[in-house]
């Protein structure tokens, strides 16, 4: 019985992460508005599993904003190797794909505004971007991480309405 029933945790836990990071996928998983179909101004909240056994109870959270009749999508992003690598947490970058796979895991949208709304909250996410606290800190538990900084964003420009999933790990260290 012993034998099965570690036979079992053993095929769960293989099945259950990636831990090869390098191969992983990235690929886009086709959730965002396509920027050459998508005029308008938009705004989107992503949330993925945590890379590896991590993702079996928290998510990575990241920030997503297309400018009316632009061509890509900024995306912002809180990632802790960076800090490793003596570069800032926070990292920003064009893409005209926001929605890619977090290293084998497939996003979800928690927020997504369109129109007239998201022209008018872009400026106030961008100067909360400028003013985030912790650019160059990451701590896994209890923050800051990539939780805390949509998390901070939100509490920034409260007409977004942002309600991040309670697996977010860290949200609540912006309150501090």
Not at 33 to 58: C, L, M, N, Q
Not at 142 to 159: A, D, H, I, K, R
């Amino acid at each position: 019985m012993k034998v099965i029933g570690l036979f079992l945790i053993t095929v769960v836990l293989s099945a259950c992460s990636n831990n090869n990071w390098q191969t992983a996928s990235r690929e886009p998983a086709g959730i965002a508005p396509a920027p050459e179909k998508e005029k308008s101004a938009v705004i989107e909240v992503y949330a993925a599993d945590a890379f590896s056994w991590r993702g079996w109870f928290a998510v990575h959270t990241w920030v997503a904003t297309k400018e009316a009749n632009a061509a890509e999508y900024t995306v912002y992003e809180v990632v802790g190797w960076r800090v490793k690598r003596g570069l800032p947490a926070l990292h920003q970058y064009k893409t005209t794909t926001p929605d890619r796979y977090w290293f084998g895991s497939k996003p979800e949208k928690i927020l997504s505004l369109t129109g007239e709304k998201a022209e008018r909250l872009i400026p106030q996410i961008t100067e909360a971007v400028n003013r985030y606290p912790w650019v160059n800190e990451y701590t896994v538990f209890p923050g800051p991480n990539s939780n805390t900084f949509p998390e901070w964003v939100g509490l920034q420009v409260p007409e977004l309405g942002l309600k991040l999933p309670f697996s977010a790990i860290g949200r609540g260290y912006a309150d501090n």
